[in-house]
């Protein structure tokens, strides 16, 4: 069994977007800026907002940050989206999800310029990614991807299981192993048979928020098992998988945490740089 580290081959995506960054800024005396809005205080979110700013400096970017309280209307947020959308500091815009419950989410995404959607949220991209087009697609997934690359592991032909079918996630997750000629299946809590049925993969995702719930008997000999989830038990953070049974089985596993996690911050700052350049036209 080998274990993915995240972290490894996150530090490897964001020293390249560092470089290519000092070399953005001699050139046109520019640096990416990402803005991120917080509604409310889910100390989860919390702990993602000060990773993304650390990262930020780190890699050479302007980082803003909008703290609103949980109370916030929906026009007082989409005036915020409008003004980030026209400010020409600011390349890429992400809003923490989930937003309080008077918020319509959808339509906050919808605000946003799509060419600063480094989420790849709008419709506008999530419609690119499902045809095939360059665009800038969601973090988690895309991170997954370049974490499989990196170990070399084959995409192609594979069958991959995907549980979870989420718009931030799993339906994203299916898109990019579809377009690297996985076969996708993707499984929701009203799928039958699900161990069965995940058993079949050469390639598993988990994304389901719920602690260990991918255990050894959903899992094939062999297979490459990634594990989104970030749950909170006893004050530790645990995965979606089961790792220490579903570990024996496997040939590769990805940690929680240390896995998927740092790979959607990279990505992160790569897409900021990638809406930068666009924008820009570099
Ligand atoms: N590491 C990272 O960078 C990130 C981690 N996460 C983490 O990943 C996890 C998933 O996040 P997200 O996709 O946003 O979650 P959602 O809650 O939006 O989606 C969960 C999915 O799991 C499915 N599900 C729930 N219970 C079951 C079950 N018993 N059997 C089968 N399927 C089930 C749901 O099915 P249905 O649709 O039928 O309800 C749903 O499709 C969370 O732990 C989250 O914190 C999320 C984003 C980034
Ligand atoms: N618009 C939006 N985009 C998101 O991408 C988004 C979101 N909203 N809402 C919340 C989820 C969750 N998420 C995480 C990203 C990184 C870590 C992360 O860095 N994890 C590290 C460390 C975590 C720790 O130690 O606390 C790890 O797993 O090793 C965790 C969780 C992004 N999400």
Do not use: W
Request: with cysteine; charged share 25%.
């Amino acid at each position: 069994m080998t274990l993915i580290d995240g972290k490894l081959v996150s530090s490897v995506i964001k020293d390249r977007v560092q470089a290519e960054v000092a070399v953005l800024k001699d050139k046109t005396g520019k640096v990416p800026g990402l803005a991120v809005v917080l509604v409310g205080e889910d100390p989860a979110s919390a702990v993602y907002v000060k990773n993304k700013n650390k990262t930020c400096e780190k890699v050479g970017f302007q980082s803003l940050s909008h703290n609103l309280p949980a109370d916030t209307d929906e026009a007082t947020l989409l005036k915020l989206v409008g003004d980030l959308n026209s400010d020409d500091s600011v390349h890429g815009i992400l809003v923490q999800l989930p937003l309080p419950k008077q918020i319509d989410s959808q339509r906050v995404l919808e605000a946003i310029d799509p060419r600063k959607d480094v989420d790849g949220f709008h419709p506008v991209n999530v419609g690119h990614l499902a045809s095939g087009v360059k665009t800038l697609a969601p973090c988690t997934p895309a991170g997954i991807i370049e974490m499989l690359d990196h170990y070399k592991i084959d995409i192609e032909g594979k069958r991959a299981v995907i549980i979870g079918r989420s718009n931030i996630v799993g339906k994203p997750m299916a898109m990019l192993l579809l377009q690297r000629n996985a076969t996708i299946t993707i499984c929701h809590s009203r799928t039958k048979d699900l161990p069965a049925v995940a058993r079949e993969a050469d390639i598993v995702v988990g994304a389901i928020g719920k602690p260990r719930f991918v255990t050894a008997d959903f899992v094939k000999d062999g297979a490459v098992v990634i594990d989104v989830g970030i749950n909170r038990v006893d004050g530790k953070l645990v995965g979606d998988v089961d790792f220490d049974n579903v570990a024996e089985k496997c040939s590769f596993i990805t940690p929680v945490p240390g896995g998927v996690g740092p790979m959607t911050i990279a990505m992160l700052m790569q897409n900021t740089l990638t809406a930068f350049k666009s924008i820009h036209n570099l």
